[in-house]
């Protein structure tokens, strides 16, 4: 009886240290993570800068063509690996996008180029827990302290 028990005892200590490994796994797991895309990002974020309409240059089938190479680049190294579904999906849309805007020359419009620029910025943003791409209103007058209020709220 005495052994039963015993027993019972190391089997529920040790499911209790496995799932106490698991997690601690887990949590090891995110951090790196996280890690290795605030390594990656910032090239994706300085890829998908050459197409925004307020640069120095207007935006070309040529410039979409390196684009569309950069971020192919970008997809097969630890950026692309490491990216969430979404995210990778957003920047594969731009690629597309870019390609055919390259192939058809200046035939071709853009079409919903921008927004899945927006769109993979705004994914690369969300896969690193980063806020500040959201609308905004150049008109309101809110000041940084209440802003930070209502954040805290």
Not at 5 to 13: E, I, M, P, T
Not at 20 to 34: A, D, G, I, P, V
Not at 40 to 45: D, E, I, L, M, S
């Amino acid at each position: 009886m005495v052994a039963g028990f015993g027993a019972v005892l190391s089997f529920q200590q040790l499911s209790r240290e496995r799932l106490k490994w698991r997690s601690e796994m887990k949590t090891s797991w995110n951090l790196e993570l996280q890690k290795a895309r605030l390594s990656a990002y910032p090239a994706a974020f300085e890829i998908l800068r050459q197409l925004s309409k307020g640069g120095p240059t207007p935006v070309t089938a040529a410039t979409a063509s390196t684009v569309a190479t950069q971020l192919n680049e970008w997809l097969y190294s630890v950026g692309g690996m490491s990216a969430d579904e979404t995210t990778r999906g957003a920047i594969l849309q731009v690629r597309h996008f870019c390609r055919r805007w390259a192939r058809d020359g200046s035939a071709y419009h853009p079409g919903d180029l921008y927004g899945w620029r927006n769109q993979a910025l705004l994914a690369l943003r969300r896969d690193l827990d980063l806020q500040g791409l959201e609308s905004y209103d150049l008109g309101e007058d809110s000041t940084m302290l209440k802003r930070m209020e209502n954040d805290l709220l």
